[in-house]
């Protein structure tokens, strides 16, 4: 008897194609591939509610219900009709619909998605995702599976200046290589994000664990192995986790840090201390850095250049040969650390991608050992 697949499209911020692509192998789906902002492949119902429930760089995960050409309306409408909705949709579904048409002779979107509500059956209940998708006159019906962004983790509602997203947190701890068995510190930990993602890695927490999704209320969702599957995640839960420390200057930050890393479930695992950068103090053990520090209208005072001085000189002082993963915006000066080239996974030595819409890379590197004084580490940021 076959098993039922799906073709499946895991969506991902482009730039950490790599690092989705590799979560959904370990899933075991088939032939998954790498496209332009997120990985294609063949899974079951199981493995796609796993997708949702275990990727942590992943936005959403869509479902591809229907692919045919449409030059017209007519085209268009029928290829619509002869998709079996009941087997998609809940009954009193309401509707969010995505358009977007490239090279096609269906280009005005609002008349698009007017025939589309007008086969498409809808109620006034929950809404459910569909993404029409016009390319070259062939038409790409989708559905996401996930709800609301994978992002949302369901245990962020205390938030910093700034937040950095869950995802793109998630990607820059698997991008540094840590072990998860040695130290990881964050000096500049805002809302707490890159700590509670590195606990939930480090303690097997699905990142999807406090949250729901669409699926669960579509005709093919089934509670009863829905129900098994997460009790095996959580049997997967591991009781303890190596030494992660998140500290920020700003006390509500640290307020926050805490009260959201007690709702992932991991306020056990994670100390969040107030400190400035000079006050940095390290494990003797080494381990890893990984932080997002201030850059754009973060910086309210100062020249972001001393603040990276001095953010190098005491890595130099307090944490010689210590790994270092660091989210850069544009124009952020880097090199003022004075990492030495580290070796990292998934090619991840440099990766370019976007936060918010604003261009960013991940960039590893190794603290060198200091052949200078250190004064620059004296003072607050």
Request: proline share 8%.
């Amino acid at each position: 008897m076959s098993v039922p697949r799906i073709s499946a499209f895991a969506v991902c911020t482009p730039g950490l194609e790599p690092f989705t692509l590799a979560e959904l192998e370990r899933l075991g789906v088939r032939e998954p591939m790498v496209r332009r902002g997120g990985v294609s492949c063949s899974a079951t119902w199981p493995q796609l509610w796993s997708m949702n429930l275990h990727v942590r760089t992943a936005t959403r995960v869509l479902v591809r219900v229907a692919h045919f050409p449409a030059d017209g309306f007519g085209q268009l409408q029928g290829g619509l009709r002869r998709v079996d909705w009941s087997r998609w949709l809940p009954p009193d579904a309401s509707l969010d619909l995505s358009v977007s048409a490239t090279g096609s002779r269906l280009y005005h979107l609002g008349a698009i998605e007017e025939r589309v509500r007008e086969v498409v059956p809808a109620g006034d209940g929950p809404p459910q995702d569909l993404y029409v998708r016009v390319v070259h006159d062939a038409v790409t019906l989708s559905l996401s599976s996930s709800g609301a962004p994978l992002y949302r983790r369901g245990w962020r509602l205390d938030a910093a200046k700034a937040p950095l997203r869950e995802t793109l947190a998630a990607a820059l701890v698997l991008a540094s290589g840590w072990d998860r068995s040695s130290p990881l510190i964050d000096p500049f930990c805002g809302s707490g994000t890159i700590p509670i993602e590195a606990a939930l890695l480090a303690k097997r927490i699905p990142p999807g664990r406090f949250r729901s999704f669409a699926f669960e209320s579509w005709p093919s969702f089934e509670r009863d192995r829905w129900d098994r599957l997460l009790a095996a995640a959580d049997a997967d839960v591991l009781p303890r986790s190596p030494v992660i420390l998140g500290f920020d200057r700003d006390a509500g930050a640290i307020e926050a840090s805490r009260a959201n890393a007690e709702r992932a479930g991991v306020g056990d695992a994670v100390t969040f201390e107030r400190a400035s950068i000079s006050e940095l103090a390290v494990p003797s053990k080494p381990g890893w850095i990984a932080t997002n520090p201030p850059y754009g209208v973060r910086v309210e005072t100062g020249d972001i250049r001393d603040l990276y001085d001095r953010f190098g000189a005491v890595l130099r002082e307090r944490a010689p040969g210590w790994r270092v993963a660091i989210v850069a915006a544009k124009g952020s000066p880097v090199q003022r650390i004075a990492l030495a080239p580290a070796t990292a996974p998934v090619d991840a030595q440099r990766v370019l991608t976007t936060n918010g819409g604003l261009p960013i890379a991940l960039v590893n590197g190794t603290v060198a050992r200091s052949t200078q004084p250190t004064a620059a580490a004296a003072g607050n940021p």
